[in-house]
């Protein structure tokens, strides 16, 4: 909106010579520019005094598993709606909702926004949210995006995509543009002022498009820093817009068995060659049928004997024994090893009889000491 307004700077510096044209332009500019913070004044009774002539209605279904939640805010609803003077009804049974204005309506256009309240209603859209239509600066955009992308999988990814990690890509939009967006389905819902909504829906067909919403995001971040500033208002915005460069990283895969194309040859392949052909290039069609009959006979036989053989080796297999493992290196260790083992216990018995484990050694008395020496003399004599 602000990079179509005339650039003020450059039209002044022109149009130093003309004083009464520079005046008229900033006249002009003046009118094209809207002051912050006004409104238009609200329909009144005063407006349309008589009413309408005609009666006018419109009827929305609603999906099964909204019934329990339009059932419970219905009373508010009416209560909305009855502001304006329409009438509102709902039929559980066959599941819909019907507004239409009665004789004290005055507003022609609250029936619309009506329908556009049921509407939004019908796709899950919370009815704190809803009522905000009936406001005059509020307007809803559906935007169907079931039909853009036909791989199942691919609108799956880039639906959420536009959601976000835990939301935040579908946050961060609504606080650029002033709108809720309720992404349910193959819709998606907004509600908010006209030019969030035209901003929304650009987000959402390029997201639909491939192009990442992150890119559109960054736009708008951009445009609302700029629009603060009062100097660069009457600005062109172009050369502050960040440019993105189109990489397409998909490569095609290539296949594991590649077909080698023959070389094209304008003559037809050779005829292959027939029986009769093969037998004149070996010399067996001038040989008698006798003959033919021997030798066909002998090619049997050789084969039959290759059979034969083929078998009875299959069936001697059954008698061949399994070849067994030696066992000289096993009973070897086992031998070498028994040996060490009776080496040990020998050196421990030893050991036992030198200690007497748990009792002190025992002291000879004198006599019996006498009594040796006496015997070990009288055994040298």
């Known amino acids: 909106m602000a990079s179509s307004l005339p650039q003020s700077g450059t039209k002044e510096a022109k149009t130093d010579k003309n004083p009464t044209k520079a005046k008229y332009d900033g006249a002009e500019a003046e009118l094209m520019t809207v002051p912050d913070g006004w409104k238009e004044p609200a329909f009144s009774r005063e407006d349309n005094p008589r009413g309408l002539l005609e009666e006018s209605s419109f ?18 609803v009416e209560k909305a709606l009855g502001d304006s003077h329409i009438k509102a009804s709902l039929d559980l049974i066959e599941g819909s909702m019907t507004v239409c204005t009665t004789k004290k309506t005055f507003d022609p256009y609250a029936i619309v926004r009506a329908r556009d309240l049921i509407k939004l209603l019908a796709r899950s859209v919370p009815f704190e949210q809803a009522v905000r239509i009936l406001q005059d600066d509020m307007a809803c955009d559906i935007i169907k995006i079931g039909t853009m992308v036909r791989n199942r999988e691919r609108f799956v990814k880039r639906r959420q995509r536009l959601i976000g990690p835990k939301g935040s890509t579908l946050k961060a939009l609504e606080l650029l543009t002033n709108c809720y967006v309720m992404v349910q389905g193959n819709t998606v819902s907004a509600l908010g002022p006209y030019n969030g909504l035209k901003e929304v829906r650009k987000v959402v067909m390029d997201t639909m498009k491939n192009i990442h919403p992150i890119y559109n995001i960054k736009t708008l971040m951009i445009k609302q820093e700029l629009s603060r500033d009062p100097e660069l208002r009457t600005q062109n915005w172009e050369r502050f817009m960040p440019k993105f460069r189109h990489k397409n990283l998909s490569k ?5 068995k590649k077909s080698v194309k023959k070389e094209y040859t304008p003559f037809p392949p050779s ?9 004149l290039a070996t010399g067996e069609f001038f040989l008698r049928e006798s003959v033919k009959k021997r030798k066909k006979m002998e090619e049997i036989k050789v084969k039959q004997a290759e059979v034969l053989t083929k078998r009875q080796e299959e069936r001697n297999k059954a008698f061949i024994p399994p070849k067994e493992k030696p066992l000289m290196k096993k009973s070897a260790k086992a031998s070498t090893e028994a040996k060490l083992d009776i080496e040990a216990i020998k050196d421990k018995v030893r050991k036992a009889k030198t200690k007497r484990l748990g009792a002190l050694p025992l002291i000879p008395a004198p006599s019996s000491i006498k009594k040796t020496k006496n015997n070990k003399a009288k055994s040298k004599g």
Do not use: G, N, V
């Not at 909204?66 to 508010?76: H, S, V």
């Not at 095609?252 to 594991?256: C, D, T």
């Open 271 to 279: 005829q292959p060659e027939s029986k009769i052909d093969k037998e």
């Open 59 to 76: 009827a929305t279904l609603f999906p099964k598993y909204r019934e329990a939640y339009l059932k419970e805010c219905w009373p508010l």
């Open 252 to 256: 095609r895969k290539e296949p594991k």
